[in-house]
Nanobody, 122 residues
Framework: VQLQASGGGLVQAGGSLRLSCTAS????????MGWFRQAPGKEREFVAA????????SYADSVKGRFTISSDNAKNTVYLQMNNLKPEDTAVFYC????????????????WGQGTQVTVSS
């Protein structure tokens, strides 16, 4: 399983970015895709997850109402639309995959992509 994340960058507070994660290497219909982030000096934390049908999503409280996760089955790609970004959102964002159908469990991810840096200036 290969996961390729992209879309990070530098944005001012209040701005928006869209991250993409393209999966390859197998059929992902029974997988859940998640986004995690790690800020300098902090532990990696869960951000959002979605199953491939799009019928199950979950979000960290800190991003609810600002971030939206979605999946495009035809492109094997998951997106994280991030609006109203705050300086505290600055982190390396990672996409990950685990077997399952519900987006609720935030642990158990077996496959990880490389990170993409998101920097939000004040």
């Amino acid at each position: 399983v290969q996961l390729q994340a992209s879309g990070g960058g530098l944005v001012q507070a209040g701005g928006s970015l869209r991250l993409s994660c393209t999966a390859s290497g197998r059929t992902f219909s029974s997988y859940v895709m998640g986004w995690f982030r790690q800020a300098p000096g902090k532990e990696r934390e869960f951000v959002a997850a979605v199953n491939w049908s799009g019928g199950s999503t979950s979000y960290a409280d800190s991003v609810k109402g600002r971030f939206t996760i979605s999946s495009d089955n035809a492109k094997n790609t998951v997106y994280l639309q991030m609006n109203n970004l705050k300086p505290e959102d600055t982190a390396v964002f990672y996409c990950a995959a685990r077997y399952g159908t519900s987006a609720l469990p935030t642990q158990g991810y077996q496959h990880w992509g490389q990170g993409t840096q998101v920097t939000v200036s004040s």
